[in-house]
């Protein structure tokens, strides 16, 4: 027989047990918040409430998308980390709010890296270099030799956006002189490039692939791992000569660290089971986003490797979002 202090101590850690199994179980027993940190009717927005919605239905519950933009979603994330961890408050996640802003800000009221956990993926944004289909270099060689000439204008969705970050890679790697021009999102970037007032944009799939299959503008490269079925004459950077030049714009959903494994893995289950649902397949099929269905601890490694890639690049270039 166990002595009295022994059987005390297994009560005990019987009694502590038995709520987070019995939560886990009966997960979830009331609505749930999907917290984004843009305001309604961007890409995030749209994928929250479609992803959402197919949840809600597999959950049982209704999930509720509020936005709460401002800060570059400082605000979004803190209101998540400071949420009680029972996975009925979630965070739209992307590369800022992941890999950017730790390296982007000061002072962060939160450590992504050790406050949130996550739950799924997304999927991934391929990004291209595009021109005016008349009166522009034809290939990236012709981008990059009309630069030695003169500094090249690119325009971007936002400063500090995947978008901007890639062509700065670019440059590390192809010594391309460019200056940024930053606008409030990649349809006015778009707008300007027609009307001749920047030289390139460097342009997510989900906004330019219309551009690009309507022969509107011109794709000289692929910021991708191989070439893009959407997209199958346009060349990587790889191919180009200068490898290990790969960005992507990402999204992925996550929860306040210390929720419990049995939860996250229901969330990351139906999260993977919604996504593959035909409806939503065929959405992001046709706006060319590149989709795997990662368990939490494979998205947790890729934003890891996300994090050594752009950090550093991020404090070399010294952007900084706050003073």
């Known amino acids: 027989m166990l002595p009295r202090r022994d059987l005390l ?24 918040r999907w917290i984004v940190g843009y305001p309604p009717g961007g890409a995030s927005d749209t994928f929250a409430r479609l992803i ?18 401002g800060g570059g979603a400082v605000l979004a994330s803190e209101t998540v980390v400071r949420s ?16 950017y802003n730790p390296a982007l800000y000061s002072r962060l009221p939160y450590n992504p890296d050790t406050d949130l956990a996550g739950v799924g993926f997304i999927g991934r944004f391929p990004l291209y270099i595009v021109v005016r289909p008349e009166g522009s270099p034809t290939d990236f060689a012709g981008l990059l030799a ?3 000439t003169r500094s090249i204008t690119y325009g971007t969705p936002a400063v500090a956006s995947p978008h901007h970050l890639a062509m700065e890679l670019v440059r590390r790697r192809t010594n391309i002189d460019v200056t940024h021009v930053p606008y ?10 027609l ?32 070439r893009t079925p959407d997209a199958p ?13 790969v960005a992507y714009g990402w999204q992925g959903m996550s929860v306040p660290k210390g929720t419990p494994a049995p939860i996250i893995a229901r969330l990351s289950g139906e999260m993977i089971n919604a996504i593959q649902s035909p409806e939503i397949t065929s959405r992001m099929r046709t706006l060319g ?14 934003v890891a490797a996300e994090n050594a890639l752009w950090r550093p690049l991020i404090r070399e270039l010294g952007i900084k979002l706050d003073s």
């Open 9 to 32: 101590r297994a009560a005990a850690a019987i009694g502590a047990a038995t709520p987070l199994a019995a939560g886990a179980q009966g997960f979830p027993e009331r609505s749930l």
């Open 52 to 69: 959402g919605a197919a949840m809600s239905q597999r959950l049982n519950q209704t999930v509720v998308v509020e936005n709460r933009p």
């Open 184 to 193: 409030r999102g990649g349809p006015a970037a778009m707008q300007d490039l």
């Open 146 to 148: 009309a630069s030695r």
């Open 84 to 99: 009680p961890a029972d996975g009925y408050t979630w965070l739209h996640v992307d590369n800022g709010i992941l890999s």
């Open 233 to 245: 004459t346009v060349p990587t950077m790889a191919e180009l000569g200068f490898p290990n030049t």
């Open 195 to 226: 009307a001749g007032q920047v030289d390139c944009v460097v342009i997510d799939t989900a906004t330019g692939l219309p551009f690009i299959r309507d022969g509107k503008v011109r794709a000289l490269a692929a910021l991708t791992d191989a």
């Open 289 to 302: 986003i590149d989709y795997q269905p990662w368990t939490p601890a494979q998205f947790e490694a890729f």
